[in-house]
């Protein structure tokens, strides 16, 4: 069973395949296999690797990009769109993977499903997803671009995206309660988070050794603003993740 943890390494590390998938043809249907890297901004909490599947499909109007399952309002192949979804979630703090013992006493954070709206222009995005599973009551709005580059075989597609979370989503993930300060006898102080910003850059690679089968290869940073640092869970404003993969298209 994929535990919590690496079911968020999967989701984060199948975000940058997004601008691929919606440049697919209609009726794609892709699986496979991925090694993920991923480093943590939570204090004492350890990089992983994992080995991981996934499954993508993008149809006429309907996809399914990583966490994500949507209806576009025009074919997706369009240069322009608008449409909307729902999304999975991940609440990335764990308190279970960290080695400081006060933190594993802090309370679980639970996952959540979002309503999502989106539009795209050429190689421009937007998009509004609200908690709807009354979690973290909160939204985030993002903006991205990205464009594709063939260079020989590899068909290479840097992006760029900001995120804005809503407080009440930021505190969920950043905040400690006074209900789990007083479980750690004061070691850890309450913390109401602000809202807070993110900024996601991706260099995502394809390679096809045939028509049906590539190789795909990422790197990824994201960047925080540097409020999260006062957050007394957290010890950096910075995260990579790296991702090598095998797909099949069908």
Do not use: C
Not at 69 to 79: A, Q, V
Not at 104 to 128: E, Y
């Amino acid at each position: 069973m994929i535990s919590r943890r690496n079911m968020g390494i999967l989701i984060a590390a199948l975000l940058p395949l997004s601008p691929a998938m919606a440049m697919a043809d209609s009726g794609d249907f892709s699986v496979g296999a991925m090694g993920i890297y991923a480093t943590s901004i939570y204090k004492d909490t350890d990089s992983d690797t994992k080995v991981l599947p996934f499954v993508a499909y993008t149809g006429e109007h309907f996809y399914l990009k990583g966490p994500e399952l949507g209806y576009n309002f025009l074919p997706n192949h369009s240069k322009r769109n608008i449409g909307v979804g729902l999304g999975y979630h991940f609440a990335e703090f764990d308190p279970d993977d960290s080695d400081d013992k006060n933190i594993q006493k802090l309370d679980d954070r639970d996952d959540s499903v979002m309503a999502i709206m989106h539009a795209k222009i050429g190689f421009f995005s937007a998009k509004l997803a609200q908690d709807i599973s009354d979690t973290n009551r909160g939204y985030y709005a993002e903006v991205g671009a990205g464009y594709p580059i063939q260079v020989q075989k590899w068909r290479l597609i840097p992006s760029i995206h900001y995120r804005y979370m809503s407080s009440e989503m930021s505190d969920y993930q950043l905040g400690i309660s006074s209900s789990e300060a007083a479980k750690t006898s004061g070691a850890i102080s309450a913390y109401n988070a602000p809202s807070t910003t993110m900024t996601r850059v991706t260099l995502n690679s394809f390679y096809p050794i045939t028509q049906s089968l590539t190789v795909n290869l990422s790197a990824t940073y994201v960047k925080y603003n540097s409020n999260v640092l006062d957050s007394p869970i957290v010890e950096k404003d910075h995260k990579s993740i790296a991702r090598a993969g095998i797909i099949y298209k069908f």
